[in-house]
């Protein structure tokens, strides 16, 4: 049986930590929420993260637009708050509305201000290793792996899915942290072979309940990056957590995994941000 890896307990306490840090230092960070259009999704992590926010002391400024929102108005928005100076970290939710090029949109905001870690200036210093902040998602795993006492160095891992969001940098922290990496997608040939490798196995491909007990190996440390709406509205992952929880050694639940550890990092990155603003790190 595994053990459970508890994010919502581990971002609990990295909050509380989070919490003190800013009381001690003085600094107010500013965290812009830009949300286009009307996703219920979206509306859901906007409202989780002005929530956070109040938690650990970050002010936050939330501009909910209509879905019409020329991407004319939302660059002239993003221009705005790179030179206002009580905001140090600016968010678009996405996904935009079709009419809005992303592209576009992430390269306008400040890099300083980019705390989802988006914009290719930081996504290069993340490849060389020279980062101010590091995305969301896969930051949160390798700090619910450090907090479980579990060191990638020397082991295999295998990432499966290869987006700009999660796989692709979930890959480079894994090798930052000296595993050794396999990175499967929607064309990897046999992908529960490649997965049965893994000493640690960190799933994002979007498919409820997609990896079985079959795909992986005895003991491995099983990362469930996924969050998919089932017909009955219950939230799943992407592993078969029934069939899967017995072989390994820890396993990550959904919800209550991964999920929460992405807006703590949203939150330490914005307060690295105002620390940086005010000339401290
Ligand atoms: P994307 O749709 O952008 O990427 C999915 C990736 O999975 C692609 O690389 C795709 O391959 C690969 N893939 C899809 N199907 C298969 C398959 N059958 N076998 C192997 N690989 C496959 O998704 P995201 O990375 O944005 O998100 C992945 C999941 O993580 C979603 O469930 C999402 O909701 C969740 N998520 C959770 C977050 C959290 O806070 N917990 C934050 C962000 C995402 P290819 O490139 O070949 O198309």
Do not use: W
């Not at 053990?3 to 609990?12: H, P, Q, T, V």
């Not at 286009?36 to 909910?64: F, H, L």
């Not at 690295?272 to 790190?281: E, N, P, S, V």
């Amino acid at each position: 049986m595994a053990k459970l890896i508890d994010g919502k307990a581990i971002s609990g306490a990295i909050r509380s930590e989070i919490k003190e840090e800013i009381a001690a230092s003085g600094l107010t960070p500013g965290l812009a929420v830009i949300l286009v259009g009307d996703d219920p999704a979206s509306a859901v992590y906007v409202r989780n993260k002005k929530r956070a926010c109040a938690e650990v002391g970050i002010y936050s400024e939330s501009y909910e637009l209509p879905a019409e929102t020329t991407q004319e108005e939302l660059l002239s928005l993003i221009g705005t708050l790179n030179k206002k100076d009580t905001i140090h970290g600016i968010l678009v939710q996405l996904p935009l509305p079709k009419h809005i090029d992303e592209k576009a949109v992430i390269l306008a905001i400040d890099p300083a201000k980019d705390v989802d870690a988006f914009h290719p200036v930081n996504v290069g210093r993340i490849v060389t290793g020279d980062y101010d902040y590091l995305p969301c998602t896969p930051a949160g795993v390798m700090t619910l792996l450090e907090r479980s006492g579990i060191d990638p160095k020397g082991r295999k891992c295998v990432v499966v899915g290869r987006s700009n969001i999660v796989g692709k940098p979930q890959a480079l922290l894994m090798l930052h942290a000296n595993a050794t990496v396999t990175v499967c997608h929607s064309k990897t040939a046999d992908l529960a072979a490649e997965c049965r490798q893994a000493d640690i196995l960190v799933v994002a491909i979007g498919r409820a309940d997609y990896i079985t007990g079959d795909m992986v190996k005895e003991g491995a440390v099983v990362i469930d990056v996924g969050m998919n709406r089932r017909a009955d509205g219950k939230l799943t992952g992407d592993v078969d957590f029934a069939s899967v929880e017995p072989k390994a050694s820890y396993i990550t639940p959904v919800p209550g995994g991964v999920g929460p550890m992405t807006i703590t990092t949203l939150m330490k990155n914005t307060f690295t941000a105002a620390k940086r603003a005010a000339g401290l790190k």
